[in-house]
């Protein structure tokens, strides 16, 4: 997931950024929310092409979707369209 953040960061900005454009500490502070899931996206090879994070509170009907990534290399081919 950081390399599909970092990729599109510097493909759309054009710098060699030299900071890490998803931090550690906001990826695990997702995964850590009470109500988080998250999930692998997989071709009809079996090869993870992307994932997203997502967290649900039941008791309000509600979700967040906290992060979505394709993984470098298969981007515009219609996956994140279909997570």
Do not use: C
């Not at 906001?26 to 996206?41: I, K, N, P, R, V």
């Not at 509170?57 to 219609?78: I, M, P, R, W």
């Amino acid at each position: 997931m950081q390399e599909a953040f970092q990729h599109g960061f510097q493909s759309y900005y054009k710098d060699d950024n030299q900071w890490q454009v998803l931090p550690d500490k906001d990826f695990y502070q997702s995964l850590e929310t009470e109500g988080a899931e998250a999930y692998e996206a997989v071709n009809t090879d079996g090869q993870r092409v992307g994932g997203a994070i997502i967290s649900i509170d039941a008791a309000k009907n509600h979700g967040e979707l906290s992060f979505l990534y394709v993984k470098v290399g298969v981007q515009s081919k219609g996956i994140g369209q279909a997570i």
